[in-house]
């Protein structure tokens, strides 16, 4: 049965609502008059909901809903008021109460109000408990990865890929497409490795063009050019002894790529205007959403910056090949959103479920998020329902493919991603090779810096050798 307690120094309010609420049988209901009790008693009751009176001596009802929502934001809050005092009830809402009722009471409304409210609170027990779950496959540090949610095996297995490289001192390239949470790893790296009560300086590398590169990265003195009216640290300096992700790097335009892999390689720089030199003690981690390897084909990327960035690596897959994920995060979303417009939707229709397991977001989870923040705003139910979903979202999954069929009549089995595809045909051509990677490479049309990083990121096992060895 879940727990209810009610708040209000009005005897026979709490008489009135422990004896209806016991009669439905469905609640184990506490009441509490004296309000210099309620925080001892919300700390040690195990609630599921509280009703709560506003207008009370001593204590008033909006310090009791401050303490509730810092201390135990899973409990909902449903606030009992005067109609004179319907402002202060909305006024409440907005700092994070359920919703309200005015007395007199009307029964049926507030059992509509308590069944929904409890099927929020059980939303946010089951998020936190997914969430904790992450501790239980190994990971070491688990406050570094609590804005990162999973329960999909494969994304917890990149996880402690992360947990293990990030207490070195090794430079990390995170690749992986738009949104899927690059710059979010990278935090996690920081606050887990000896650095991490230094500088974490994020900066989008593509954005800078050659001749502004050096200032920005560099710094420049006073005077060292034309608008330099003050002098100014660069990015190096502001990181130092910290960590600096350089995000987008596979922007960045061959002379900016000279100039970052001298620094890197020498340890020191020159502000602009400057004689004397910086150490650059930073830990670089780099981020893109491109295959580096294949920039290396097409000569719009350094090798050798390749090689002195990608010492430890780390692929980020798809949301749409993180299975589970999706509903997982969607209601963490729907939680996030609805506390941050005062809205108290309680659960996301499974309709919108199937909806959003057949879409392919090519935003990654960076798109499931702004799609529950516009249906949270737009969705005047008590449930978040299709109606509520962006008009591109829907035509885009129930428009027909290539013979009429829809997405949703394809098998399972045939439904795979094109990088599952590619993954199955390399793991097939170097069967055939008996592992020889130059020969594999060849067959494939592709260099064989290419084909190792795709070995790399598909976590391809290389069979057994034939007379060639892989390596020939």
């Known amino acids: 049965m879940k727990r209810i307690l009610v708040i209000d120094d009005d005897t026979a309010v709490l008489n009135y609502f422990m004896i209806f609420l016991a009669q439905t049988e469905r609640y184990d209901v506490q009441t509490l008059g004296d309000s210099t009790k309620a925080f001892d ?46 402002e202060l009830a909305v006024e409440s809402m907005k700092a994070g109460a359920y919703d309200y009722l005015c007395k007199p009471i009307d029964e049926d409304r507030l059992l509509r109000l308590l069944d929904h409210a409890l099927e929020r609170s059980e939303l946010r027990t089951e998020v936190d408990r997914l969430r904790d779950e992450v501790s239980l496959e190994g990971l070491r540090h688990k406050e570094a990865f609590e804005s990162i949610l999973t329960r999909n095996r494969g994304f917890m297995r990149v996880l402690q890929r992360v947990d293990q490289i990030a207490e070195s001192e090794n430079y990390v390239l995170i690749w992986g497409e738009s949104g899927t949470g690059k710059e979010l790893v990278a935090r996690a790296i920081h606050r887990i490795s000896r650095r991490r009560d230094r500088p974490f300086i994020a900066v989008n590398a593509g954005t800078f063009a050659s001749e502004l ?146 879409y392919d977001f090519p935003g990654n989870v960076r798109e499931l998020d702004n799609i529950i923040a516009e249906a949270v705003v737009v969705e005047s139910g008590r449930s978040l329902s299709s109606r509520s979903l962006p008009r591109y979202l829907l035509n885009a999954v129930h428009a027909p493919r290539a013979g009429g069929s829809r997405a949703a009549a394809i098998p ?59 390596d020939s």
Not at 327 to 355: C, M, P, Q, T, Y
Request: aromatic share 6%.
């Open 41 to 86: 008693t919300i700390d040690s009751g195990n609630f599921d909901a509280i009703m709560l009176d506003m207008d009370m001596p001593v204590v008033h009802g909006r310090e009791v809903l401050r303490y509730v929502k810092e201390k135990h934001p899973h409990i909902e809050v449903i606030v009992i008021t005067g109609v004179e005092d319907v």
């Open 412 to 470: 399972p089995a045939e439904r795979k991603t094109l990088h599952e595809r590619e993954a199955e045909h390399i793991r097939r051509m170097l069967e055939l090779t008996g592992g020889n990677r130059t020969a594999t490479a060849e067959i494939l049309g592709i260099s064989r810096v290419s084909l190792i990083s795709r070995i790399r990121r598909y976590g391809i096992d290389i069979p057994p050798t034939g007379g060639g060895g892989p």
């Open 213 to 358: 590169f050096s200032s920005e990265f560099f710094g420049h003195e006073q005077g060292a050019f034309t608008g330099a009216t003050r002098t100014r640290a660069g990015f190096f300096e502001k990181a130092n002894g910290g960590t600096l992700l350089l995000d987008e790097i596979g922007e960045l335009e061959l002379p900016v790529q000279s100039k970052l892999l001298r620094v890197l390689q020498e340890g020191e720089y020159f502000r602009l205007g400057s004689t004397e030199k910086r150490g650059a003690d930073v830990r670089i981690i780099a981020a893109t959403n491109k295959d580096l390897a294949d920039e290396i084909d097409k000569g719009r990327f350094r090798r050798d910056l390749y090689y002195r960035l990608n010492i430890c690596s780390v692929f980020l897959p798809p949301l749409r090949d993180r299975e589970g994920d999706i509903e997982l995060l969607a209601n963490w979303f729907l939680d996030k959103h609805n506390r941050a417009n005062a809205k108290s939707i309680s659960l996301i229709d499974s309709d919108v479920i199937g909806i959003l397991e057949l």
